[in-house]
């Protein structure tokens, strides 16, 4: 490892509209090592790494590369001058097959597309890295986590000396995590210089080798991981420390009335799942991707077809076959993915929240707007939406907010079974714990809870019981007081021989 | 956030403002363009493709389209004008049957689009053919003619589009219908749920409603519209002639589109489509003025479409632009 940096960027500034969004930013990266940039949500990172790779042109600072000074006009100078990034939203062509994608624009000099080398390039790429993975499967077949690989394994293939990770992990499971992580210490040994954006503590612990924090478009440090506790990383990103413990025993009494009671559940992805939810009780739904958890929540708020089961509500059977049937039940449902799913973006908070309640709002023919109004800024309040007002549209809110308002839309609505379907997912450290803190005093109140989550502190810190499920298969169920992390990993693979492989492979 | 609002108006004073700089241009290099008989044709222009374009903007607002307005326009006002004139029907009756005949193809559009799943572009167009040729079918192919201002029945014209007293009396329904059309889509709940579908309807569905019922309403809404759009043609024109009426569905789509509502659906606002009305219209009516003859107008139409929707997509990436809180 040389001496000087492979990458310098001081003082950078940048605004948009009037928003300072980074103000006399730094950061540096060696050659060979992994460099952790965290923040908040809205601290800047991601600006700073467009303004790094040509997508924005920053107001003012400068950019070393090699010591050199270099201003990239578009994605692609950067990309052309070694500097690669992983978008955290997928970039692939469904119908495209892995190579393809892989070499897109890259094709071959001549006329003629040459699959057989794009195919064979692909497969000595992804030998090299240990991903097992057809190059020519077509995109859509994979699972998200294997089209995150294979979007990595893209930026790699350009032989980068800088690469970019955008929060990469967002969409893996542990597993494939490591083999992640496999990647990234190779490419640390050939010296590639890295940049590792993430909100999960543990990983950067595990993987960086410095910690840049960035706090409201301001530098506020850099530090090495060794010598710093992930406490006091919070504190830098947050000025405040959140630590909880995970939950020692539950709260629920084995008294408690049974709100949901799902027997024998079936649907394309799921078979025969059977469980049983109290009244105050939140439940957890742990699993690898693709393990059925959003799949049997689907099904139960009536989102897709259910096949055979019966789903009984306060004992009483009901008939559950549109999502406008489980929400006449009283079942909310928080989708995974927030901004497809969960939100009419371009329109506002108000609008968002009362969205399945509009018939409590009517005056005669006509919406009583100053009702809508009033009744959605009292549940602002009351959970701590942060918006200027009511009439701020949802887009300009970020994730956290954006989750508070689909609970907002659910309490309105008065729902006592609730389904969170990873409420914290791409949310930042501070704003998860207020969504816990929600949790936890809406089960106080007497509302239940599933909660799905892939990140298994969470389910630990938050869920009564954990049930999990594996390939559509419900393959255990445990109190918190009895769960384990191993076990719950144990009953996640334990129904696949191909992730039971992989398992060994890697303890 | 504040400047985000202040861009929106900003882009529907733009429209107003272009309209009238269209206005005072044609005032100066046109002929006799501000006389009063220039104004109530240029009011008289604008009745029927006034009633199909708000039609059309809720559904656009949805995200879909629909091609079928045009030719269902003509299809009703054909119906109309043969139970007028074949079967002797009353005219108030006939008039009646011509909303109804509109409102009945939006149905059919919003099953076509919600229980059975077709694009819609698919659906409308086939809707559009099939409407064209059922007028065309059901009369024989034979034009239908509704009474003029010197016939019995001379009320007709009249009350849709100028008193004797040459007062615009088409254009106070036009403005009725803007008034209750613009409270439908901004105080109902009809409305809330078009602007929501538009902006996420998977959203909107797991919210627990049922969004056919809402979409396939903004489709009888756009039919309906088509209908009333027949009978201020009929008393604009007087002859209906069979396998016409394509064609008018993409000048009421281009007078949405200039009105700021967004082909992707989510945004739009009555307001700006009666605004793109009136711009298609002096422009079409100044040229005229100018004694250019009609391929200038199609021309010039399509400069203007053309430019409003690259000015939609500026101001858009500028709002996108704008930091979250």
Known sequence: ?507 | MPTFIKKIQFQKLLAVAALIILYIFFAFAGTNFTSWPTTLNILGASYFVGFIAIGVTFVIITGGIDLSIGTVMMCSALVGGMLYRDYNLPLWLSLVCVVLVGTLFGLFNGILVTKLKLPPFIATLGTMMISMGLGSIITNTTSKYYPSILEEDGWFSRVFVRTEGNFPSGAVFLLGFFIIMAVVLNKTKVGRYIYAIGSNEEAVRLSGIKVHNWKCAAYVIAGLSAGLAGIFYSAMYMVIIPNTGNGIELQAIAAVVIGGTSLAGGVGSISGTIIGVFIMSVLRNGLISMGLPAPYQTFFTGVVVIGAVLLDIYRTKKANEVKKV
């Open chain 1, 1 to 507: 490892m040389k001496d000087g940096y492979a990458l310098e960027m001081v003082g950078i500034d940048k605004h948009f509209l009037g928003v300072h969004a980074l103000n006399n930013c730094s950061l540096n990266l060696k050659s060979g090592e992994v460099l952790a940039l965290i923040g908040e949500n809205g601290a800047g990172k991601s600006t700073m790494m467009k303004v790094l790779t040509g997508i924005h042109q920053a107001d003012g600072g400068k950019i070393l590369y090699f010591g050199k000074k270099v201003s990239f006009k578009t994605p692609k100078d950067a990309q052309e001058a070694g500097i690669s990034i992983v978008h955290q939203e997928l970039n692939l062509m469904n119908h495209l097959t892995v190579a393809q994608n892989i070499f897109i624009g890259r094709e071959s000099k001549g006329f003629f597309l040459d699959e057989v080398s794009i195919n064979k390039k692909s497969e000595q790429l992804f030998e090299r890295l240990g991903i097992d993975i057809d190059p020519r499967t077509k995109v859509m077949s994979l699972t998200v986590g294997k089209q995150q690989i294979v979007e990595i394994a893209k930026a790699i293939s350009y032989d980068s000396k800088v690469i970019v990770f955008d929060e990469p992990t967002a969409t893996l499971t542990d597993i494939e995590i490591d083999v992640l992580f496999d990647i990234i210490n190779e490419l640390r040994e050939k010296g590639v210089g890295m940049i590792y954006i993430s909100h999960r503590m543990d990983e950067i612990k595990r993987i960086a080798d410095r910690i840049t924090v960035l706090r409201d478009g301001e530098f506020v440090g850099t530090k090495n991981t060794a010598e710093i506790e992930i406490d006091e990383v919070i504190q830098m990103m947050i000025g405040r420390t959140t630590y909880e413990a995970p939950k020692q025993s539950s709260n629920v009494k084995p008294d408690a009335p049974v709100v949901l009671k799902v027997e024998k559940l079936n649907s394309r992805d799921i078979k025969d799942i059977s469980f049983e939810l109290r009244r105050g009780e939140i439940l957890g739904f742990a699993g690898l991707m693709g393990a059925g958890r959003t799949e049997t929540a689907r099904v139960i708020f009536g989102a897709d077809k259910r096949t055979s089961g019966d789903i009984y509500i306060n004992g009483e059977k009901v008939d559950i076959t549109s999502p406008s049937d489980a929400v006449k039940y009283g079942i909310g449902y928080l989708s995974e993915d927030r901004k497809r799913y969960g939100l009419a973006l371009g329109m506002s908070v108000a609008d968002n929240t009362v969205l399945p309640t509009l018939n409590n709002y009517l005056n005669g023919p006509f919406l009583d707007e100053k009702k809508i109004k009033e009744d959605t800024r009292k549940y602002v309040e009351k959970i701590n939406v942060k918006t200027p007002s009511v009439d701020q549209l949802v887009r300009n809110l970020s994730g956290g907010n954006q989750q508070k308002v689909i609970i907002a839309k659910w309490l309105i609505r008065n729902c006592d079974i609730l389904i969170f379907d990873e409420p914290t997912r791409g949310i930042d450290v501070g704003a998860k714990s207020e969504i816990y803190k929600l949790m936890n005093l809406l089960v106080e109140s007497g509302k239940s809870i599933i909660m799905i989550s892939s990140e298994l502190p969470e389910l630990f810190r938050m869920s009564d019981r954990i049930l999990v499920l594996c390939e559509g298969v419900h393959t255990g169920t445990m109190s918190i007081e009895e769960a384990d992390q191993h076990t719950v990993m144990k009953y996640a693979t334990l129904n696949s021989s191909l992730h039971s492989e992989t398992v060994t492979k890697v303890s």
